[in-house]
T-cell receptor, first 115, second 113 residues
Framework: NAGVTQTPKFQVLKTGQSMTLQCAQD?????MYWYRQDPGMGLRLIYY???????DKGEVPNGYNVSRLNKREFSLRLESAAPSQTSVYFC??????????????FGPGTRLLVL | GDSVTQMEGPVTLSEEAFLTINCTYT??????LFWYVQYPGEGLQLLLK?????DKGSNKGFEATYRKETTSFHLEKGSVQVSDSAVYFC????????????FGKGTRLSVIA
C-alpha cells in the first residue's frame, strides 16, 4: 500500500496561473481532506469530502475548488494563484463514517510557491 | 466553535530530559483527542489518541491522558531522544458525524545531544 500520494511535490507558479494538486489513496477510505500549513498557523482545512460525490467547505476555501473524482482521488484546483496561496498543502484520508472516530492518514505534502 | 490551544514553541531540550507539551480544548459534547507528529519534510502521522474521559493514549514512550475536568490532553515523555525532534499537533474531533479534525497550531520540539 502506498497510502496517500500527492503530486507534484513542489511547484512554482506566477500570479494568475492555474494548477491542480492531485491526491490519491489506496486504503478504500470514504473521507478525504485538503489542508494548508503555514508558519504559526498550524493546519487549516480548505475542503473535505465525507464520501464520494460530496464536498464541503472548510475554514479557508476562498480561491480553491475541489473535485472528488472517485473514491480514490480528490483534487484541489487553484484557478488564479495569488502569493497568499504560497503554502504547503496536505491531503489526508480517513475511513470516517457517521458516529465513529477514525485516524486521518496524511500524504507527504506539496510545496507551492506563488511569485 | 471547537478549538485547540497548544503551548507555543519552540521547545528545546537535552537528550533524556522530561517532555511536557500542554494542550487544552474547547468543544461541545465529548470529543475524541489526538496527538499527531510531523517529522522534518514529511506529512503528519498519528502518535496517539483517546476517545473518552480518563483514557490514556500511549505510543513510542509518549503518553497523554484525556482530562475532561480540566479540558486538557497534555503530551508527556519521560526521556526524549534526538529522533523525537519534530512538530507536535494536538487535535480533536466530535464523536459523531463526519466533522473533520480541528488542529492546534503545533509545537516544535528540538532535542539536542
Amino acid at each position: 500500500n502506498a497510502g496517500v500520494t500527492q503530486t507534484p511535490k513542489f511547484q512554482v507558479l506566477k500570479t494568475g496561473q492555474s494548477m491542480t494538486l492531485q491526491c490519491a489513496q489506496d486504503m478504500n477510505h470514504n473521507s478525504m481532506y485538503w489542508y494548508r500549513q503555514d508558519p504559526g498557523m498550524g493546519l487549516r482545512l480548505i475542503y473535505y469530502s465525507a464520501s464520494e460525490g460530496t464536498t464541503d467547505k472548510g475554514e479557508v476555501p476562498n480561491g480553491y475548488n475541489v473535485s472528488r473524482l472517485n473514491k480514490r482521488e480528490f483534487s484541489l484546483r487553484l484557478e488564479s494563484a495569488a502569493p497568499s496561496q504560497t503554502s504547503v498543502y496536505f491531503c489526508a484520508s480517513s475511513a470516517l463514517t457517521s458516529g465513529t472516530t477514525e485516524t486521518q492518514y496524511f500524504g507527504p505534502g506539496t510545496r507551492l510557491l506563488v511569485l | 466553535g471547537d478549538s485547540v490551544t497548544q503551548m507555543e514553541g519552540p521547545v528545546t531540550l537535552s537528550e533524556e530530559a522530561f517532555l511536557t507539551i500542554n494542550c487544552t480544548y474547547t468543544a461541545t459534547g465529548y470529543p475524541s483527542l489526538f496527538w499527531y507528529v510531523q517529522y522534518p519534510g514529511e506529512g503528519l502521522q498519528l502518535l496517539l489518541k483517546a476517545t473518552k474521559a480518563d483514557d490514556k493514549g500511549s505510543n513510542k514512550g509518549f503518553e497523554a491522558t484525556y482530562r475532561k475536568e480540566t479540558t486538557s490532553f497534555h503530551l508527556e515523555k519521560g526521556s526524549v531522544q534526538v529522533s523525537d525532534s519534530a512538530v507536535y499537533f494536538c487535535a480533536l474531533t466530535p464523536n459523531s458525524g463526519n466533522t473533520p479534525l480541528v488542529f492546534g497550531k503545533g509545537t516544535r520540539l528540538s532535542v539536542i545531544a
